[in-house]
């Protein structure tokens, strides 16, 4: 294999994610520029930055809902092979159905807001061709209580939840399947503070429970200090530093993360 | 040269009323839908004497198969006897010249809106079913070029989920009449808008059965033989309307599917939706010598 980012010898485990040089231009506006990522099975990658630097574009790529214009995109699972933005447009649908969850910073985008939250998640087991209702409906539940939605209102349509709720059934809907990865748009922002704090708690306690790999994008260090192991930050469309939290909190390199970081603090 | 020699003498009209051109799109298109079981197939509607929703694509379809020969037979709801069905029938008689009937055991075609005949069809028969909406996704997806993506792609997760939303809705499948259903294990179709009583007539039926749509201009097919099954959970059973137990109470035929009629006092009578086997009842019963074909249905039971 060749070597993508300067990754850690010590580190043995393969990558699960693999992407590399990935370049997207949207008219002039450049919102990839040679963009690469790894990320470990079990870990939680964080990507922190501006406004516009990108972020929401790296998580469509990664879930296959935009090619970009160059670059390869990897996932070392049994019944994948090669790079998937070569995918058609079906296998890349039954991949996205099938192995990865994606929560949308907007719920809009992630869920059928008049239709009832168990349905959104049966949706995703329907999909992967579920067709006893009562195995669908346990399942939905299950999920649902995994990602700690109150079960009085399994059958309320998102319209009449409140923004943590709605959340939570975005999470249940990505995790009904147990994807290989689990992709995060800013989950808790626009929430209530202590709302952020109790789903970010269920994010962790999942994340622990069932070691799910995680990516998860946020303009808000604090997030990704409580739930990522690593840390990548992004700046135009750039890869300006990446590495262990830590590390990166504590001594940044990067001019711009010393930035982030002491205004931050 | 005169100009007279190099054009077709001239006609009246054309046989069977479409143009030559006209029957050939349609004969077209009626193949390929043949093909490809339950798959829409787009073709060049044309303008017949009547207003689009009434039937014109059934008609279209109807007038390109006639010939002669072919003894017609066309029913509205059941009956043979309502306006709409009366003119069809008698448009494709005298644009023809075909004989009709109203039996169904002596017809070659059969149009229908909404309806399949109580009495099995057999494999040189062709039911044409007149089709109001074909896109049985358009209530999921209301954009068409979306909704052939995932015909194309056999994405049907939306369709299931509608009727799971039924189920948690109201604790059964809503879906009453033109129940989606799946067209040899491919393609899913709404059968038109005939009731639930019918859909388990079209599976591994032995007629060709030909759905088409004159405003949407789409045509899809039933060839004989074809599988074709409701969508329906594992777990929760396909159900038929509660007419098993009912009797026609003009003919006192029963175990058919049956047209309420609310009466003043507010309680209801029923009469057999099927007009012909209503009326063959009540011949048989006096004393006329009728024949009777095998029924889908005995006693309110499916016998297949
Ligand atoms: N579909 C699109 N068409 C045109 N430009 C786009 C499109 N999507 C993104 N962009 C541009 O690409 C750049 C990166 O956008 P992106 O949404 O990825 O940023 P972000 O880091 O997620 O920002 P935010 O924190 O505000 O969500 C922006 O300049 C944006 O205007
Ligand atoms: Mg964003």
């Known amino acids: ?265 | 040269m005169s100009l007279k020699s190099l054009t077709k003498p001239w006609q009246p009209m054309s046989y069977g009323f479409l143009d030559a051109s006209a029957k050939r799109e349609l004969r077209r298109k009626m193949l390929k839908s043949v093909a490809v079981p339950g798959c829409q197939m787009p073709y060049a509607s044309r303008e017949v004497p009547m207003a689009r929703g009434w039937g014109t694509g059934g008609l279209q379809v109807s007038l390109t198969l006639l010939n002669p020969q072919l003894r017609v037979k066309v029913i509205d709801q059941g009956a043979d006897d309502s306006v709409n069905a009366a003119s069809i029938r008698r448009f494709l008689a005298l644009v023809s010249g075909a004989p009709v009937t109203l039996d169904t055991l002596g017809a070659d075609l059969i149009q229908s809106r909404h309806r399949i005949p109580e009495e099995i069809m057999r494999e040189d028969q062709i039911l044409v079913l007149q089709v109001p909406n074909p896109e049985p996704l358009r209530s999921v997806q209301p954009n068409m070029s979306i909704a052939r993506q995932m015909h194309a792609d056999a994405d049907y997760g939306r369709m299931w989920l509608q009727l799971y939303e039924q189920i948690v809705r109201s604790g059964r499948v809503m879906q009453g009449a033109g129940y989606p259903s799946l067209v040899n294990g491919r393609h899913v179709m709404t059968p038109s808008p005939i009731p639930r009583w019918d859909v388990p007539k079209l599976n591994m039926a032995k007629h060709l059965t030909i759905l088409s749509a004159g405003r949407e201009k789409r045509i899809f097919a039933v060839p004989p033989y074809t599988r074709v099954k409701p969508l329906v959970f594992d777990d929760v059973p396909y159900r038929v309307e509660d007419h098993g137990g009912l009797t026609c109470s003009r003919s006192t035929a029963k175990g058919f599917f049956m047209n309420e009629i609310p009466q003043v006092d507010g309680s209801s009578t029923y009469e057999v939706s099927d007009s012909s086997y209503g009326v063959k009842t009540i011949q048989k019963r006096d004393g006329d010598a009728v024949q009777f074909g095998e029924t889908w249905y005995n006693d309110g039971e499916m016998t297949q």
């Not at chain 1, 995790?175 to 202590?194: F, Q, R």
């Open chain 1, 1 to 265: 294999m060749t070597r993508v980012m300067d990754a850690p010898r010590i580190v043995t485990t393969k990558p699960l994610v693999v992407v590399r040089n990935v370049d997207k231009n949207y008219g002039s506006v450049q919102a990839l520029r040679q963009v690469s990522a790894l990320v470990y099975p079990g870990e939680v990658l964080g990507i922190v930055g501006e406004s516009g630097s990108g972020k929401s574009t790296l998580l469509r790529m990664m879930n296959l809902e935009e090619t970009p214009d160059s670059g390869s995109y990897t996932l070392d699972l049994s019944d994948v092979s090669g790079n998937l933005f070569e995918l058609d447009r079906f296998a890349r649908r039954m991949l996205c159905a099938t192995r990865i969850g994606i929560v949308y910073q907007n719920p809009h985008h992630g869920l059928l807001m008049r239709h009832s939250s168990s349905g959104n998640v049966a949706e995703r087991l329907l999909v992967a061709g579920e067709r006893s209702f009562a195995t669908l409906r346990a399942k939905a539940k299950s999920a649902l209580a995994a990602s700690e939605f109150p079960l009085e209102r399994l059958d309320a349509p998102p319209i009449e939840l409140s923004g943590g709720m709605q959340q939570r059934v975005q999470l249940a809907k990505a995790i009904a399947l147990e994807p290989a990865l689990l992709l995060l748009d800013e989950p808790t922002t626009g929430l209530d503070v202590s709302v952020q704090a109790l789903v970010l708690d269920t994010l962790k306690r999942l994340q622990q429970e069932r070691q799910i790999t995680m990516v998860i994008v946020s303009h808000d260090l604090g997030v990704i200090r409580t739930v990522a192991d690593r840390v990548m930050v992004m700046r135009r469309g750039e890869v300006v530093e990446a590495g262990l939290v830590d590390q990166i909190f504590q001594d940044p390199q990067h001019a711009y993360t010393q930035q982030l970081v002491h205004a931050k603090l």
